[in-house]
């Protein structure tokens, strides 16, 4: 059996490898993960534009429904105030049709 200080290294020279073997594994793993980050890009920016064309164009579509919407109300609000108008004619014309009783206040005194 050899001594301690053989044995200890035998240890360090198998902790080096061990480190080195680690490191080189890093390395590796950081290559493919960033090959792998480049491969990925091209779709997932396809992706994301595809997403913002859809998202412009509902966009574009409700701004168009928000517009209608807006004059369809107005021409409303303006019909309802002809309504009255005519409402407000109307009634003082059936007001001017009814004949005026006259009270007579010969019977009473």
């Given at each position: 059996?050899?001594?301690?200080?053989?044995?200890?290294?035998?240890?360090?020279?198998?902790?080096?490898?061990?480190?080195?073997?680690?490191?080189?594994?890093?390395?590796?793993?950081?290559?493919?993960?960033?090959?792998?980050?480049?491969?990925?890009?091209?779709?997932?920016?396809?992706?994301?534009d595809d997403?913002?064309?859809?998202?412009?164009?509902?966009?574009?579509?409700?701004?168009?429904?928000?517009?209608?919407?807006?004059?369809?109300?107005?021409?409303?609000i303006s019909?309802i105030e002809?309504?009255?108008?005519?409402?407000?004619?109307?009634?003082?014309?059936?007001?001017?049709?009814?004949?005026?009783?006259?009270?007579?206040?010969?019977?009473?005194?």
């Amino acid at each position: 059996m050899g001594s301690v200080k053989e044995i200890v290294e035998v240890v360090e020279g198998h902790t080096n490898e061990s480190d080195s073997m680690i490191e080189r594994l890093r390395e590796y793993m950081a290559e493919a993960l960033n090959s792998n980050l480049d491969v990925m890009k091209g779709p997932l920016n396809t992706t994301m534009d595809d997403q913002n064309k859809k998202l412009n164009k509902r966009d574009d579509a409700l701004k168009f429904m928000i517009i209608t919407l807006k004059k369809e109300t107005k021409a409303m609000i303006s019909r309802i105030e002809e309504l009255d108008v005519c409402r407000v004619v109307v009634g003082k014309g059936i007001l001017a049709s009814i004949p005026k009783q006259r009270i007579d206040t010969r019977c009473c005194m």
